[in-house]
Antibody, heavy 121, light 108 residues
Framework: EVQLVESGGGSVQPGGSLRLSCAAS????????MSWVRQLPGGGLQWVSG????????YHADFAKGRFTISRDNTNSMLYLQMTSLRAEDTALYYC??????????????WGQGSLVTVSS | EVVLAQSPGTLSLSPGERATLSCRAS???????LVWYQQKPGQAPRLLIY???NRATGVPDRFSGSGSGSDFTLTISRLEPEDFAIYYC?????????FGQGTKVDIK
């Protein structure tokens, strides 16, 4: 079955860290760029980070630069998002999503079910 | 960054009716890199249309996209019960990619 399954979300205090993971199956993971997109409590969608099929250059939204790191393990078909210095405004449902091309084009044709991150004291 | 304004906020229609959703960009999208997604409650977004008018795999032909520059439209020719959902547009013409705030299509 073609799917993405996120894990690693949870509750954390401001300033804390979390690492999200995304397990891909049913397609050739190493052929596609991947992204993280978050959905805020009010419903809005925000692109967070992207990585092309072979890794290398990565891309982050301004709010994520310096705090979040996207990475991938093509051998094990895994995508990661390391988040540090978390803030209350980072509270969201974080989706892992597959791009339709290899090169970091954020047209997203497969999404996971999401991993909830809550930042609160 | 490019701000996408979707209108209307809510569209109340009956099954069988035509739905016209608008997405207006704060800057011209020279390459027309405009995408539409559908999201139902409790589900992740689903890709419908990319590059303004290309339907994604498996998307029924009652969904169509059009537009250029700053003004883009998603049209659902005849609403089916499963089409009542929230629709988001996204641009990736300029970095960073951004999403509109969504249009909810609900049953009248």
């Amino acid at each position: 079955e073609v799917q993405l399954v996120e894990s690693g979300g949870g509750s954390v205090q401001p300033g804390g860290s979390l690492r999200l993971s995304c397990a891909a199956s049913g397609f050739i993971f190493s052929n596609f760029g991947m992204s993280w997109v978050r959905q805020l409590p009010g419903g809005g969608l925000q692109w967070v980070s992207g990585i092309p099929s072979r890794g290398g250059d990565t891309y982050h939204a301004d709010f994520a630069k310096g705090r979040f790191t996207i990475s991938r393990d093509n051998t094990n078909s895994m995508l990661y998002l390391q988040m540090t210095s978390l803030r209350a405004e980072d509270t969201a449902l974080y989706y892992c999503a597959k791009e339709i091309t290899s090169r970091g084009t954020p047209v997203l044709d497969l999404w996971g079910q999401g991993s909830l991150v809550t930042v609160s004291s | 960054e490019v701000v996408l304004a979707q209108s209307p906020g809510t569209l109340s229609l009956s099954p069988g009716e035509r739905a016209t959703l608008s997405c207006r960009a704060s800057q011209s999208l020279r390459n027309n890199y405009l995408v539409w997604y559908q999201q139902k409650p409790g589900q992740a977004p689903r890709l419908l249309i990319y590059d303004t008018s290309n339907r994604a795999t498996g998307v029924p032909d009652r969904f169509s996209g059009s537009g250029s520059g700053s003004d883009f439209t998603l049209t659902i020719s005849r609403l089916e019960p499963e089409d009542f959902a929230i629709y988001y547009c996204q641009q990736y013409d300029k970095t960073p990619t951004t999403f509109g705030q969504g249009t909810k299509v609900d049953i009248k």
